[in-house]
């Protein structure tokens, strides 16, 4: 980009620099411009006089170059002020809703986003479970684990899974608005309503709307499971044999992405493939794909993960024969998470035992949600979201 529209830029912000007092040399300095898009939810933006390479050994090395804009945010919360519902699901179509949103506040025009290039995005699938369901759901899959990556697992609401090429996260949608979102869309919300609140209206009438508003948004949260593939740099750089632009960046390629990562994350099988979970409904699956006794061996073997997981059935069995009876067990369709075994006392209860966090699940969310405009100005009255 030309210097004088990233000085512009820079000149919004505010920087941070290490001087070395001896000297009056700088050592370093970094400006970020935060911005407030709708609802409050900030827009990070960073003016770049210097790009990165990797040197022989692998380390950063930093060097000059021509001026250039990092972006980064949550295109979901930067126009709905948050992401329970409402997402975009074109990488294209975000990008420039985002450019616009960013010459408005910004004043100054940006180059159209078929320039832009893309270091990290992110892919999310909701899906619909009751409340008790979904912290059924994290008990059940106390024992998953993932190649290669240590897990993290926040008691009966989520997992994460960090990586050098993705990031996994599974969580409870609820506890996360609850924590995360609602105090600052309850106030942000609060002023705007108070704003254009109507002549004969109460004083606590603004409060009572957004209070609503934001109730509608929790129990909405508070009945989602959501799953994220982060897609950093070094893949993206890696699956297109270079920085891919904003247009090369597919619907179908996130897709992909996401589908290859849970399925290595779960072990769940092929998509449209009914998962079944409990032991008889293992034991018949497995009598009716291999031999009798073949399906009495990989029974037993279910048995172990389902109650004792794969960390320690792998130090009972030698690696080949453990790799190839859990990828029998994949072919089939068997899942050992959240299974009967497992969760003895909470059998007959909320949790599905078909559910999967998979796009070919049919409790994954895909029908619109019900909306008025939270502002109609047009009729100079304030309307409620439904």
Known sequence: MARSIVDKIKAQGESYCRVCNETGERIWEITRTNLRASHDARIMVKPMYEDCTKSRSGKPEWHPSEPYLIVECSVAKAFHGHNVYGVIDDLQTASEHLRDLLQQLLGTALPHTRNWTVQRVDWAENFQLPYLAVQEYFEGIYHVAFPRRKMQKYSNESIFVPGTTTTIKIYHKGP?????????????LRSQFQQNRPPKAPPEWAYQQASRQVAALQ??????LRAEVEIHAEKLDYDFDKKPKVHEVTTEYLQAVFDKEMRRLLREGQEGVRIVRTSLAVRDRLEARYSQELAGLLHGFWLGLATHGEDDMKHRQTRATFYRRRKQLVDAGVSWLATDQQLIERQGQMLPTDFSPVRANPRRCESLVRERPAFNYERGLLQLAA
């Open 176 to 188: 996360e608005f609850q924590k995360n979102d609602r105090k600052r869309l309850a106030f942000v």
């Open 219 to 224: 129990r909405l949260a508070n009945n989602r």
